[in-house]
């Protein structure tokens, strides 16, 4: 299994999980660091590639080529920083919609709580009606007919196709191959 694909699946699994799935005690170890930073860079988003790396070095004491390497599975399990992924931006989004309440409250600042309850409310969809969902269980796939007939797709047939078939691999297909003899030649430079 590749380590992105193991990554993937364990990032989050605990100790006993990963030794029932047969992970090295190596595998094990390099999951717990991997979820410890990323779990690091959920908490401090605007962290920049290097400053993660600079991170996994100083508390793994780990070379740079292997922290790059853990950069890239981080990555990976996170989505493209570049290229956010919407549960990251939904993440993201709540972290700060709780930062702006507890400010909010704390200020006692009734309008800018009223106007969070309302972007809470846009964003959850609160105001749309479940109901108005497509009903898919009303589509229906094409049906398609499997066939040999080239004349379906817009091709002419080959009349007595069998016959040309046979006669193509007679012509290009070599039943066996044939002991030849063969015969050493001395080198000319050698003279």
Same mark, same amino acid.
């Given at each position: 299994?590749?380590?992105?694909?193991?990554?993937?699946?364990?990032?989050?699994?605990?100790?006993?999980?990963?030794?029932?799935?047969?992970?090295s005690q190596?595998?094990?170890?390099?999951?717990?660091?991997?979820?410890?930073?990323?779990?690091?860079?959920?908490?401090?988003?605007?962290?920049?590639?290097?400053?993660?790396?600079?991170?996994?070095?100083?508390?793994?004491?780990?070379?740079?080529?292997? =922290?790059?390497? /853990?950069?890239?599975?981080? +990555?990976?399990?996170?989505?493209?920083?570049?290229?956010?992924?919407? *549960?990251? %931006?939904?993440?993201?989004?709540?972290?700060?919609?709780?930062?702006?309440?507890?400010?909010?409250?704390?200020?006692?600042?009734?309008?800018?709580?009223?106007?969070?309850?309302?972007?809470?409310?846009?964003?959850?969809?609160?105001?749309?009606?479940?109901?108005?969902?497509?009903?898919?269980?009303?589509?229906?796939?094409?049906?398609?007919?499997?066939?040999?007939?080239?004349?379906?797709?817009g091709f002419?047939?080959? =009349?007595?196709? /069998?016959?040309?078939?046979? +006669?193509?691999?007679?012509?290009?297909?070599?039943?066996?191959?044939? *002991?030849? %003899?063969?015969?050493?030649?001395?080198?000319?430079?050698?003279?």
């Amino acid at each position: 299994m590749a380590l992105i694909e193991t990554a993937q699946k364990f990032l989050f699994a605990d100790e006993r999980e990963m030794q029932e799935a047969g992970l090295s005690q190596t595998t094990r170890g390099r999951m717990i660091r991997l979820r410890d930073i990323y779990n690091h860079w959920l908490a401090h988003p605007r962290l920049l590639d290097k400053d993660i790396v600079a991170e996994i070095i100083r508390r793994y004491r780990i070379g740079k080529s292997m =922290a790059y390497e /853990d950069l890239k599975i981080i +990555k990976f399990c996170l989505g493209a920083m570049n290229q956010s992924t919407v *549960d990251f %931006e939904r993440w993201q989004f709540r972290q700060r919609l709780d930062e702006a309440w507890n400010t909010a409250r704390i200020n006692g600042d009734a309008r800018a709580m009223a106007q969070l309850v309302n972007a809470q409310g846009k964003f959850m969809r609160l105001d749309k009606d479940e109901a108005t969902a497509p009903d898919y269980s009303t589509i229906t796939p094409p049906f398609l007919e499997i066939t040999g007939d080239v004349s379906v797709v817009g091709f002419d047939p080959i =009349a007595d196709v /069998d016959k040309l078939v046979k +006669k193509l691999t007679a012509r290009y297909i070599k039943a066996e191959a044939h *002991d030849v %003899e063969f015969e050493d030649i001395e080198n000319e430079t050698d003279t």
